[in-house]
């Protein structure tokens, strides 16, 4: 087998684009989305008739982002067997009861296009304000996918609000510590991103917390093979066919023992708060994050425009 089939055979393979030509021609099981690859969506052909629509309607230009968003995800969802993720604007990342609004308004948005919300999750930014809303959105039974993970304390609040699922972060850590350290690294497993995820995996699992971990934002196939065994991972179509192309042996490098022991105390939000402050890999990663998708949020709302 080559290395796709074999990584699917340990963990959830889950497309990270909105190419639905890519995503039907690899098959993954889950796909996620996001105001980048939104953006992007909407230069393919196969979205021009929803773009020109969109562009030419008379609703604000909220609603028609939130209808894109929808649409891309409604047409995704028709060829993968799981669920697609769809973001909550960005720049709501500090705003608990408008990201439950607006996470509410898409789950609508695609009741009314005929996917129920178990066949949904909403992208949250894992900032305090995020957690909170997708701690109250998973008791009103909408599950989430909080975002923007990169440190072991946005990881545990997670854990602790019940979130259904995290995307802690793999290639930006590594950015950080390449630009900013003299770290060189040689084997994957010595990548401080791929020891990010694999802490927050070995933890939740030793602790028995539900929250599935999907590792994401894969700079090389090599990370994606170190984390070979975690719950899901997300992988862009590039480094997807790569993997896809190599017939050599992929070992599993992640795997629940099965031993528990009680959780520890749940963070408070000082805690919280000032952990990742005073870690600057984490504190400049997450806020650039936000910036990053609150622009392109803002240029897909530009090209939706009258």
């Not at 609703?59 to 028609?64: L, N």
């Not at 995800?73 to 993968?80: E, K, M, T, Y």
């Not at 602790?160 to 995290?166: E, K, N, R, S």
Request: charged share 25%.
């Amino acid at each position: 087998m080559n290395k796709l089939a074999q990584l699917r055979a340990m963990t959830t393979v889950v497309a990270d684009t909105g190419d639905l030509e890519a995503i039907t021609r690899l098959k993954p099981t889950d796909a996620t989305t996001n105001p980048s690859l939104l953006l992007k969506a909407a230069a393919l052909p196969k979205f021009a008739d929803e773009v020109a629509a969109l562009t030419a309607s008379h609703e604000t230009v909220a609603d028609k982002v939130d209808r894109f968003a929808v649409s891309v995800g409604a047409r995704i969802n028709q060829v993968i067997p799981g669920v697609i993720s769809t973001e909550v604007d960005a720049r709501l990342s500090f705003d608990t009861e408008a990201t439950i609004a607006k996470a509410e308004k898409l789950i609508e948005l695609y009741d009314d296009a005929g996917i129920g919300r178990d066949r949904v999750l909403i992208k949250v930014a894992a900032t305090w304000e995020g957690i909170r809303a997708a701690e109250t959105l998973e008791q009103r039974g909408i599950h989430c996918n909080a975002t923007l993970i990169f440190s072991f304390e946005q990881a545990c609040a997670c854990a602790d609000a019940g979130v259904f699922l995290i995307s802690p972060f793999v290639g930006r850590i590594t950015d950080w510590f390449t630009a900013n350290t003299d770290l060189v690294i040689e084997d994957p497993a010595d990548d401080p991103g791929v020891q990010s995820v694999s802490r927050i995996y070995n933890h939740f699992k030793a602790h028995g917390y539900e929250t599935v971990v999907m590792g994401a934002s894969f700079r090389n196939t090599g990370q994606v093979e170190a984390l070979a065994g975690c719950d899901r991972l997300t992988i862009s179509p590039d480094l997807l066919q790569q993997l896809e192309a190599d017939n050599n042996d992929l070992p599993q490098c992640l795997a629940d023992s099965g031993d528990r022991s009680a959780p520890p105390a749940a963070l408070s939000q000082s805690d919280f708060l000032f952990a990742n402050n005073q870690d600057p890999m984490v504190s400049e990663k997450l806020s650039d994050g936000i910036r990053r998708f609150v622009a392109d949020q803002e240029k897909l709302e530009s090209l939706l425009s009258d």
